[in-house]
């Protein structure tokens, strides 16, 4: 008989990469989290409305409350990154609420643009929306610090 290891003992939610619910985990990564999410069904929205309208037949826009809650949880995303950890909370505040915003009402602009340009296909409009969210929001593949330069 074999003694239990940690992997033996591991939770649930340890198995699938959740982080225990403390007061910092919750502000820091289960809201980011959740707005993520909440990005990730923006971009459906977006592309395809018609998509989102059949999921949710009681509502007839969400729109609205999924660009505040990806903008919330992204604002707290970059409230809490550690090199920003010196700067007065409130300037802090005013830096994730404005890279937020940005970040949110930027990518609808984008994916209005990008809707315009594609053939008229709510299967293709949705792929391209979630290809290009998902290209905004995963970490560059070059080493931090590098500077990149995109020749046309």
């Known amino acids: ?3 239990p290891t940690k992997d033996d003992n591991c939770t649930i939610c340890e198995k699938i990469g959740l982080r225990p619910f403390t007061k910092e985990n919750i502000f820091y990564y289960y809201i980011p989290l959740n707005g993520l999410l909440s990005y990730g069904a923006l971009c459906v929205n977006v592309m395809n409305p018609a998509l989102v309208a059949k999921m949710l037949p009681g509502k007839k826009d969400a729109t609205n ?3 505040w809650s990806s903008v919330a949880g992204g604002a707290f995303y970059v409230y809490g990154r550690p ?3 010196h ?3 409130f300037q802090r505040g005013l830096y994730a609420i404005m890279a937020a915003g940005l ?3 930027g990518s609808v602009l984008g994916w209005a643009v990008l809707k315009s ?3 008229k296909d709510n299967g293709l409009a949705t792929m391209a929306g979630l290809v ?3 290209g905004i929001v995963k970490k560059p593949p070059f080493p931090q ?3 990149m330069v995109f020749y046309v």
């Open 145 to 147: 610090g590098t500077i």
């Open 83 to 85: 090199h920003l950890r």
């Open 1 to 3: 008989m074999t003694t």
């Open 132 to 134: 290009v969210g998902v």
């Open 65 to 67: 409350v999924l660009l």
């Open 103 to 105: 970040w949110g009402m």
């Open 117 to 119: 340009l594609i053939p």
């Open 87 to 89: 700067v007065p909370t």
